[in-house]
């Protein structure tokens, strides 16, 4: 048993400051490290000890992980070696320059950038909490609960959103379409015009001198608001994802001619993805929940545990 690894992983755990999901994520990954290290003290780690480790990452039945669970070993090691490194114990980072590995197209593997993501309702929570004002909330609600691209909602004027339609002028590829807005949403709007004096037009959403919100003040709000957030391969979260989440919640669950119009898909095909996303979903989540409980009680079992426990 490596115990200057595994007190090294309890004390940078209990100091990280990330949501449940993420969290366990986190921890599943470095004491699954831990128990491979075996006794290899964390001075003597190697960029070819990370890498013969992350090569050698499976699954129960011995087939290799996928290249999304892969990323999330290699995200969450990079980043506790870089607090190695703060806390003295290393000198640098074995994980520096160290490739991520290549997707293997012959399996069906895409580059993490290609693969849609949405967020679970914690996460979604929590950026609906940390939204700092009025406009904030009202922006990522409309994305979350309307499915518009975030493109069209910072192109919303006032007098597009009445009785419940969005009247997206110009969608993509300059096609006009028809979106709709929640109770919710409603709510804010009103809210948000009456916090700006009642205009009766012009832009929806401005900055503090009145100009439209451009994209880059919009991601910035969303990466404040979704501090600490990753994705289950360590990539972080984006505002894009919200729009995401919205079709991929109501994938399967409503008609995908629908969904399509609904996200203003061009094409059914895109619209599809979305139903193949949600199977993925809940894969991952049993088996995240499997491990889950597989390493709850292998460390209850821990001996170093129970000795700290009398």
């Known amino acids: 048993m490596n115990t200057e690894l595994f007190e090294s992983i309890t004390k940078y755990l209990a100091n990280l400051n990330l949501d ?3 969290l366990r994520a986190y921890t599943i990954d470095l004491h699954r490290f831990e128990r491979t290290m075996g006794s290899t003290p964390i001075s003597s780690t190697t960029r070819e000890t990370v890498k013969e480790y992350l090569n050698g ?10 290249l999304a669970t892969q990323n999330r070993h290699y995200a969450t090691l990079h980043r506790f070696f870089e607090w190695c490194v703060t806390e003295g114990m290393l000198q640098e980072n074995p994980m520096e320059n160290l ?34 004002t009025t406009r904030e ?28 339609t969005i009247n997206v002028r110009q969608g993509k590829g300059n096609q006009p379409r028809v979106g709709y807005v929640s109770k919710s949403t409603e709510r804010l709007v009103q809210q948000y015009v009456e916090e700006r004096g009642n205009p009766t037009g012009g832009p929806l ?3 503090t001198h009145g100009q439209r919100l451009s994209y880059a003040r919009a991601r910035q709000l969303f990466m404040e608001a979704a501090r600490n957030l990753v994705n289950p391969d360590g990539t972080q979260v984006t505002i894009h994802q919200l729009r995401h989440t919205f079709c ?50 292998k460390l209850m079992d821990d001996p170093r545990l129970k000795i700290a426990r009398m």
């Open 99 to 132: 490739p991520r590995r290549r997707p293997n197209k012959d399996l069906g593997e895409v580059q993490p950038g290609t693969i849609i993501r949405s967020l679970n309702k914690e996460q979604i929570e929590k950026i609906f909490r940390n939204a700092q």
């Open 57 to 66: 990452l499976s699954i129960k039945n011995g087939q290799r992980v996928s």
């Open 137 to 164: 909330k009202l922006l990522f609600n409309l994305l979350y609960t309307s499915g518009i691209r975030i493109s069209e909602a910072l192109d919303l004027n006032i007098q597009d959103i009445q009785e419940g």
């Open 205 to 207: 959403f401005v900055t």
């Open 20 to 22: 449940g999901d993420t």
């Open 248 to 297: 991929t919640e109501r994938a399967g669950h409503i008609d995908s001619f629908v969904l399509q119009r609904l996200a203003g898909h061009n094409d059914i095909r895109t619209t599809l993805r979305y139903a193949k996303v949600s199977d993925t979903v809940a894969k991952e989540a049993y088996e995240n929940f499997e491990e889950w409980q597989d390493y709850k009680k």
